[in-house]
């Protein structure tokens, strides 16, 4: 068992008390290392629960870093986890969940985390100032060369290659009121909402509900706190409308109260279960939302800030009171505001010395002050750390008072392992802002609070600064009720908010660095991830980066994953200094989504692999599988390309031979193939005629009932936009087919035509492609085959279904339509049934034909059909092509008016120079002619070449003629027919001499179609 | 010249993939999830011309005791349902009798109906159970709680990347969900992924 020895134990963990289930150890390795934590513990929780202090390395710097926080906003703790395909960059370790197995490893350092060799960055680092890469490299020859080595020094961690092999999915939901965020102000606004009976959704970042409450101890109703969250979970747990998602973040909102959130629904899991998601994505359309996210803390900025143990005073008491870890085992604190005792005060009840207390506020009174004082432990006002020591984690720190104008006094050393830091609160005001929400600044929390917000978000308790216990529960209990009544509920009573047993708190004030000690020069940081130091801002000042935006870019300040959580405001305060303005007109940049990073496979959801589009079937699509045919997409259909005799393995030479089989058989006996893919149109009303006449370029006015006819229409710029039959049914009842590729295009231009051009016309268009199936019937036997199969009552000979006729009919008892058309200049029938029948007919055909050997083709025996026959497609119809063009330029109906017509005649239409549509021929009557191709005069001509046209289409062997043909586009084309031109494809360094030709290979009379 | 008379069964679009059973994760309760195919469904869309909504309505009504619906409802009276499409369109659909539309055609088309026979069209899959509408959701972005899409509901949406009829059937969390019949197979492979952690009954 690899998690047999385990090395070192829980050195640093309480024997009582936090939410870790003790009775559930958990193996665990770090950087190969085997540990063990408990159930309950966060991967950073059980690192410091095992001594562990250093987990990374600086992005730019290399210096050693430990665990900063114990939420979402971590900055330095970032590992990769898991391996493999499941192999998570930049994960933190404070937001990762224990689990059995869990294997992560640290980032930023090679080759080993005790010694990195980038470390020598930071000893030259008063030459790596922001910006120092591109002041020094760019523009330099070997710029590129150093881009990547500069850009791999740096790195955030490695990302996976592999195939992921876990489910992603996406869920959508709709609610009165979403509550963002579990803690008290989120609880009780959820509690109110839910008891007015509206639909509520309560997100929470973390594995359970209670927020701060977690980590704090406070009371409520004279009881531990956690009670009260407790009950109330249970309460919501009993309300049917109330969703509870825990582990689940929102991290964006957008217009129309639209918020997206990240369930992970089993990264507390080594893998998930079969069937369940890994990770979830949640689309929350929401009535009102109501953000109660809380606030972050932010840290000073002292000497050796960055050193592993310090951390955030929040931290140290989520530590001791949520996992039962004790970060050090002597600490000093330091803090801007009261936060500073209760961490003390705490600590000290863990049974951790704490060496000194330092409030860098001047004296004076204060009811948490007292008690810390009445505790016995060593208060220093107006003091601070000024720098940390201990290259591996904090050993001691020197400690000084500040005389208040960037000086201090004598320093005196501390010796200790922790150093927990408050520089006050910042409320997390990123969903406020993602919202086109403006902040303000307030000075009494020294941070930006939420402003006016245009999609009108509520944010309650901490997310507005309102810190206090009391002051969140009312805020929620109050925004909970407004906004179930604003969602038209009814509210009963407002229940009292719950008593609170608070000490009062001095204000807080302000410090944004803390001045250095005077006899050495040491790195103050503001961003830890990034390795923006106090002096980088400076810089960026000095240099004329006054805007915060610009300050950003340059010094990258809040542009790591943690999008400066922990920095921006102290970042802008600094730069507000150096402006010597105050902070609000300096600003703050805006937050975008997501509040926390997102993995793209989240995105992606289930739409991966088998799931990735949707594929499209034909009615006897098993038909075809179930008789060899190889598949090729042609938009999302799956359509036969050929079909391999069975007990034949696909080569490309079988593949040859079975096309040309198919082709023969067409031209010499009867084939059959499935064309269900072409669009199909019903068109019904009084106004039908007229609507097809103008839409259509040739007249359609005059086709009688029971007639086929072939149509072209164009784009209103007069380019061709898509060919087809239209059959007239009835009186006002038309069947029009389209192309595969523009079925639902030209629906879409007829529905634009009726509903907004002619609006006058009362017209009914409506698809049928899936209703029929359809198969063409074609070759000199197609009508006997055809006899054969139709049943009693259907006649088809020439005089009952001549040439275009169209008929109904039934074959196999089934009632179908047949329609005497041809795309392959064979004698042809293209017969259409209702598609659950589609298979019964098709094998009737085929049972029918079998004594005059029919043969199942595809679309590359089709494709040669039609080039043989100099009948276009979207490969010559590309979106270029006129009329004239393909040579149907007389088909243009010159008795009416239609959709293109008054374009015909501009200028670059009627160029004589313009390419026309022509066959092609290879002179040495063996080389295939690449689709594609340019056509020039002589490729031994220097560059630029003229080109005269293109290869559009290309039988490489047309079986009926002999030798490869191919149909293109030659600018003066009908004047050269004899002539010699070449075929030139650079790519792939081929050049064809091709003689040009009319575009009809076989039958150019057409005497096959009229038999 | 063959002598059939009579057409013969209709093939399912699912009739090669649909494995009758339980599929995905099964807990105790068993599955959450019941899927089955409406087979034989004669589905025939409706539509009335400029200015005859009122006359092809009392056509519906006079032979069917239906009222046509509107928008986003469905009206059910004996064997037949009206589906509301779009202005002046609806779905008229029956599992019995199969002659629906001759009928409607000879109805209505002296008033202004427009028929067009789509049952062959449409792949129409019942999904039902406690996590029916859970189901839904992983694609589509309509609201399917009661209170929001009750009963006789229909909404012409997205699910799955397809164009999809969701419409909302009596008692709980039951829908039909109708589909191009081309992409039934796809329609199937998605709702089976998505319901897997539910478990799903293929009936």
Redesign the interface.
């Known amino acids: 068992m690899i998690f047999g020895r385990v090395a070192i134990e829980q050195s640093h963990r309480l024997p009582t008390g936090g939410e870790i289930d003790r009775l559930a150890p958990l193996p665990f390795r770090f950087d190969g290392k085997a540990y063990r934590g408990y159930a309950g513990d966060t991967l950073a929780s059980a690192l410091l629960a095992n001594g562990v202090t250093v987990v990374g390395r600086s992005f730019k710097y290399h210096r050693p870093r430990g665990v900063l926080s114990a939420g979402p906003e971590e900055p330095n703790a970032l590992v990769e986890l898991r391996g493999g395909g499941r192999k998570e960059p930049n994960s933190r370790a404070t937001m990762i969940e224990l689990f059995a197995g869990l294997e992560a490893t640290s980032q930023h350092r090679w080759p080993s985390l005790a010694l990195d060799i980038m470390e020598l960055n930071d000893l030259a680092s008063r030459f790596l100032v922001a910006g120092f890469y591109y002041k020094t490299f760019m523009g330099f020859p070997g710029w590129r060369f150093y881009e990547k080595r500069i850009r791999a020094a740096a790195g955030m961690g490695s990302g996976t290659v592999e195939w992921d092999p876990d489910r992603y ?6 609610c009165d009121v979403l509550v963002a965020g579990g803690g008290p102000s989120g609880l009780a606004a959820a509690l109110m909402a839910g008891r007015a009976g509206a ?1 509520v959704i309560l997100v929470e970042e973390t594995d359970g509900l209670g927020g701060r409450l977690r980590s704090e101890r406070e009371t409520i109703d004279d009881k531990p706190a956690m009670g009260w969250v407790a009950k109330t979970r249970a309460e919501l747990a009993d309300m049917d409308e109330v969703r509870v998602l825990t582990r689940t973040t929102a991290f964006g909102c957008y217009d129309d109260n639209m918020v997206g959130a990240l369930e992970r629904v089993a990264d507390h899991l080594a893998a998930p ?5 890994r990770q979830r994505l949640w ?1 929350i ?1 929401a009535g009102r939302v109501i953000l109660a996210t809380g606030a972050i803390e932010r840290p000073l900025v002292f000497g050796g800030n960055d050193r592993p143990g310090v951390m955030l005073a929040g931290a140290v008491r989520s530590y001791l009171h949520r996992f039962a870890v004790t970060p050090g085992k002597r600490a000093v604190v330091v803090a801007n505001n009261d936060d500073g005792y209760r961490t003390a005060l705490d600590l000290a009840r863990a049974g951790v010395e704490v060496m000194q207390v330092l409030d860098t506020r001047p004296a004076g009174a204060g009811a948490w002050r007292e008690r810390a004082v009445a505790a016995g432990l060593d208060v220093m006002q107006r003091a601070a750390v000024v720098n940390a020591y201990g290259r591996m984690g904090v050993v001691g720190c020197d400690v000084a008072t500040l005389d208040g104008h960037g000086g201090v006094g004598d320093t005196r050393y501390v010796p200790c392992d922790l150093i927990a830091a408050s520089g006050g609160w910042s409320p997390s005001v990123h969903l406020h802002s993602h919202g086109d929400g403006k902040a303000d600044w307030d000075d009494g929390i020294a941070a930006f609070v939420p402003g006016a917000n245009r999609l009108g978000h509520v944010s309650v308790g901490a997310a507005r600064g309102r810190f206090g216990l009391a002051e969140a529960l009312s805020d929620g209990l109050k925004a909970g009720a407004e906004a179930a009544k604003a969602c038209g509920f009814a509210i009963g009573a407002h229940p009292d908010t719950p008593i609170t047993d608070e000490i009062a708190t001095a204000p807080l004030k302000a410090i944004w660095s803390i001045p250095g000690p005077t006899d050495r020069t040491v790195k103050r940081f503001v961003d830890l991830q990034d390795d923006v130091t106090i002096d980088d801002i400076a810089l960026a000042h000095r240099e004329g980066f006054v805007s915060v935006e610009h300050l950003k870019r340059y010094t990258t300040l809040g542009m790591g994953t943690d999008q400066g959580k922990t920095s921006n405001i102290t970042g802008h305060a600094l730069l507000a200094e150096a402006r010597g303005q105050p902070i609000p007109t300096v600003g703050t940049t805006r937050f975008r989504p997501p509040y926390t990073p997102v993995a793209m496979a989240a995105f992606a959801g ?2 991966r692999g ?2 990735f ?7 006897m699509h ?1 038909w075809h599988a179930e008789h060899g045919a190889v598949f090729v997409e042609a938009g ?2 799956l359509r036969p390309q050929y079909y391999l005799r069975p007990g034949v393995t696909k080569a490309k030479a079988v593949m040859d031979r079975a096309i040309e089989t198919e082709v023969r058989a067409v031209r010499s006996k009867v084939g059959l193939v499935d064309v ?1 893919t072409l669009g199909k149109i ?1 068109i ?3 106004d039908a005629a007229e609507f097809l006449n103008r839409v259509y370029a040739n007249g359609f006015k005059a086709l009688p009932v029971g007639k086929a006819r072939y149509g072209l229409m164009l784009r209103e710029d007069g380019i061709v936009d898509d060919d087809g039959t239209t059959s007239r049914l009835g009186d006002t009842h038309y069947l029009m087919t389209t192309t595969t590729a523009h079925a639902a295009k030209v629906l879409a231009d007829l529905e634009w035509y009726l509903q907004v051009v002619w609006p006058d016309l ?1 017209v ?1 268009v ?1 698809s ?6 359809a198969m063409a019937l074609a070759g000199p036997k197609a009508r006997e085959v055809l ?6 009552g259907t006649a088809v000979s020439n005089d009952a279904l001549p040439y275009l006729g169209v008929i109904n009919g ?6 179908v339509r047949l329609f005497r058309i041809s795309f392959s200049g064979e004698l042809g029938y293209e017969v259409n049934v ?7 007919v098709w094998e ?1 055909l085929i049972a ?1 034909g079998e004594p005059h050997g029919i043969t199942p083709y595809g679309m590359e025996a089709m494709g040669i059909l039609r080039i043989e026959k100099g009948h276009v497609t979207h490969a010559e119809l590309d979106g270029r092509i006129t009329l004239d063009d393909v040579g149907m330029g007389r088909m243009a109906s010159s008795k009416k008016w239609f959709v293109g017509r008054g374009m015909l005649d501009k200028p670059a239409f009627i160029d004589p120079e313009r390419p026309k549509l022509v066959g092609l021929v290879p002179v040495d009557g063996k080389t295939r002619i690449p689709a594609g191709a340019i056509l020039v005069a002589d490729p031994a001509t220097p560059p630029p070449v003229p080109k005269l046209g293109h290869v559009a289409s290309s039988a490489y062997l047309s079986p009926t003629v002999g030798h490869p043909i191919a149909l293109g586009f030659l600018a003066r084309g009908r004047d050269r027919l004899g002539e010699t031109v070449w075929a030139v494809f650079p790519l792939r360094n081929l050049s064809v001499q091709v003689k040009v030709v009319e575009p009809c290979f076989v039958d150019p009379e057409g005497s096959r179609l009229h038999v | ?8 069964p ?4 699912l ?2 993939v649909w494995h009758p059973g339980d599929h ?2 099964i807990g105790f309760t068993g599955p959450q999830v019941t899927l089955r195919e409406r087979r034989d469904i004669t589905a025939i ?1 409706l ?1 009335a ?2 200015g005859t909504t009122d006359g092809v309505g009392k056509a519906v009504a006079a032979a069917f005791g239906l009222g046509l619906p509107g928008p986003g409802r469905a009206t059910t009276t004996g064997d037949v349902r009206a589906l509301w499409l779009g202005p002046d ?1 609806w779905l008229l659909q029956t599992a019995t009798p199969a002659d629906l539309e001759p009928r409607l055609r000879s109805l209505t088309e002296g008033v202004g109906g ?1 028929v ?7 792949t129409i899959l019942r999904i039902e159970g406690a996590k029916a509408r ?1 189901t839904l ?7 399917l ?1 009661p ?2 899409f009750a009963e006789n509901a229909v909404a012409q949406t997205s699910l ?3 164009a999809v009829t969701i419409d909302r059937r009596r008692g709980t969390s039951i829908f039909d969900v109708h589909a ?7 329609l199937y ?2 709702l089976l ?2 319901g ?2 539910y478990g799903v009954r293929l009936v």
């Open positions: 999915e996406h869920m959508n939901t709709h639909r279960p079969e069937h369940m998601a689309h359309r289930a739409e088998l799931h589009s949707p594929v499209r079937r034909s009615a098993d999302a259909w269900s019903d019904q009303g009084p009362d009914r409506t049928v492609t899936e209703q029929w199936a006899a054969a199969a139709a049943d009693h039934s074959i196999a008892g089934v009632p209702p598609a659950d029948w589609g298979t019964s009737a029918a | 010249m063959s002598e059939s008379t009579t057409p013969p209709r093939r399912s679009a009739a090669n995905g994760r869309q539509d011309q400029r369109r427009v067009v026979d789509q049952s062959h069209g449409r859970d959701a992983k694609s589509t972005g309509i609201d709680h209170r929001a799955f990347q397809l191009m019949r081309g992409f039934a197979v796809h492979e998605a992924d998505a897997g952690e």
